[in-house]
């Protein structure tokens, strides 16, 4: 029996809104095209053999705005927070910086910020589950405040557009940094965000602002954020790099 033809896969780009779109073609014995984006944002294309790259080409640009939707919904995943450790030392973020762990005693439970370590302190030593829960909960607790100077500094840039000044939640997502209802104009933001910088917050709170005007991911969604903060590349590259 002969084996399927499959030809060796080649690395192409293209320009699609004036940036490059990467991806790696293989032809292989079928009759259709197929598209698949994985989890790490890289696009895969098998096409028929016989068709041309020019022609592959040409059928990528037409599902260039799907691609990005699908690689604009893998790169909002945060980091999954399991991974983390609790033990004294172990190091944590806040608003970009990190801090490490120390314990100490108190009657009550508390978190506090001293110099470069988060002080937890409580009546008795903590397991990692406890010392998890406690995070979090300070985490959420220092959300609402930092999201409302967030609004403060994003939402003047949406003047123009004489618009209903959204509400916000914190809410804990799995796989999202935010999530927005424009009928509502509410917008939910992880309380993960507090661990980046500022800078990255405001970037994940005005591309959900923009959802207030422009519901999904298409080119003019892109043209609007690009033109109300043109270097958000660099703020979400900076946002999904942030430590687990």
Same mark, same amino acid.
Request: net charge positive; glycine share 4%; hydrophobic share 40%.
């Given at each position: 029996?002969? /084996?399927?033809?499959?030809?060796?896969? /080649?690395?192409?780009?293209?320009?699609?809104?004036?940036?490059?779109?990467?991806?790696?073609?293989?032809?292989?014995?079928?009759?259709?095209?197929?598209? $698949?984006?994985?989890?790490?944002?890289?696009?895969?294309?098998?096409?028929?053999?016989?068709?041309?790259p020019e022609w592959v080409a040409q059928q990528v640009l037409k599902k260039a705005d799907?691609? !990005?939707?699908?690689?604009?919904?893998?790169?909002?995943?945060? $980091?999954?927070?399991? *991974?983390? /450790?609790?033990?004294?030392?172990?190091?944590?973020?806040?608003?970009?910086?990190?801090?490490? @762990?120390?314990?100490?005693?108190?009657?009550?439970?508390?978190?506090?910020?001293?110099?470069?370590?988060?002080?937890?302190?409580?009546?008795?030593?903590?397991?990692?589950?406890?010392?998890?829960?406690?995070?979090?909960?300070?985490?959420?607790?220092?959300?609402?405040?930092?999201?409302?100077? *967030?609004?403060?500094?994003?939402?003047?840039?949406?003047?123009?557009?004489?618009?209903?000044?959204?509400?916000?939640?914190?809410?804990?997502? /799995?796989?999202?940094?935010?999530?927005?209802?424009?009928?509502?104009?509410?917008?939910?933001? *992880?309380?993960?965000?507090?661990?980046?910088?500022?800078?990255? !917050?405001?970037?994940?709170?005005?591309?959900?602002?923009?959802?207030?005007?422009?519901?999904?991911? *298409?080119?003019?969604?892109?043209?609007?954020?690009?033109?109300?903060?043109?270097?958000?590349?660099?703020?979400?590259?900076? @946002?999904?790099?942030?430590?687990?």
């Amino acid at each position: 029996m002969p /084996r399927p033809f499959s030809a060796a896969p /080649r690395r192409e780009t293209l320009l699609y809104r004036n940036h490059p779109l990467h991806y790696t073609l293989v032809f292989r014995s079928r009759r259709t095209i197929g598209f $698949a984006v994985r989890p790490d944002g890289s696009v895969h294309i098998s096409a028929p053999a016989g068709t041309s790259p020019e022609w592959v080409a040409q059928q990528v640009l037409k599902k260039a705005d799907w691609i !990005l939707k699908h690689q604009e919904a893998f790169a909002s995943r945060p $980091a999954p927070v399991p *991974s983390r /450790r609790y033990e004294a030392g172990s190091s944590h973020f806040y608003q970009g910086r990190p801090y490490a @762990l120390r314990f100490a005693e108190a009657a009550k439970p508390r978190i506090t910020l001293q110099a470069d370590e988060l002080l937890i302190a409580a009546p008795a030593p903590l397991t990692a589950a406890q010392t998890e829960a406690l995070l979090h909960a300070w985490y959420a607790r220092q959300a609402g405040p930092l999201f409302a100077e *967030s609004l403060a500094r994003v939402w003047p840039r949406f003047a123009e557009f004489n618009l209903t000044r959204p509400t916000l939640a914190v809410r804990q997502m /799995r796989t999202r940094w935010g999530s927005c209802t424009p009928r509502t104009a509410r917008i939910r933001l *992880s309380p993960e965000l507090v661990r980046a910088r500022p800078e990255c !917050l405001d970037y994940v709170l005005l591309h959900e602002c923009c959802h207030l005007l422009v519901g999904d991911h *298409s080119k003019a969604f892109y043209d609007l954020q690009t033109r109300l903060l043109p270097d958000w590349e660099h703020w979400k590259a900076e @946002l999904n790099a942030l430590p687990k």
